[in-house]
């Protein structure tokens, strides 16, 4: 059974960084698309960035050049560097994978940013 497991999220100050991880088990197949998507409280799940197995990378305008995607196909692991974090960037993230052309989903961690 393919399992996202996401980690790092947390309270930070407004300016401050978090790293997210998320790393994909039980499945041998090779994982295509990797991505976040973070939800707030009564707003749609939207898409924060993918990256794919060739590491080419998309990012949602709001978190770009302030957040970074990265992977390392070897570990079935993804990375969400954030910095200069926003209060509008206070949202549960999840990880996201694309595996036989099926996505799977994390069960989300809670990123809090305070003014």
């Known amino acids: 059974q393919v399992r996202l497991v996401e980690s790092g999220g947390g309270l930070v100050q407004a300016g401050g960084s978090l790293r997210l991880s998320c790393a994909a088990s039980?499945?041998?197949?090779?994982?295509?698309?990797m991505g976040w998507y973070r939800q707030a409280p009564g707003k749609e799940r939207e898409l924060v960035a993918t990256?794919?197995?060739?590491?080419?990378?998309n990012y949602a305008d709001s978190v770009k050049g302030r957040f970074t995607i990265s992977r390392e196909n070897a570990k079935n692991t993804v990375y969400l560097q954030m910095n200069s974090l926003k209060p509008e960037d206070t949202a549960v993230y999840y990880c996201?994978?694309?595996?036989?052309?099926?996505?799977?989903w994390g069960q989300g961690t809670q990123v809090t940013v305070s003014s």
């Open positions: 990256i794919t197995s060739g590491r080419s990378t």
């Open positions: 996201t994978a694309d595996i036989l052309w099926r996505p799977y």
């Open positions: 039980g499945t041998i197949a090779p994982i295509n698309t």
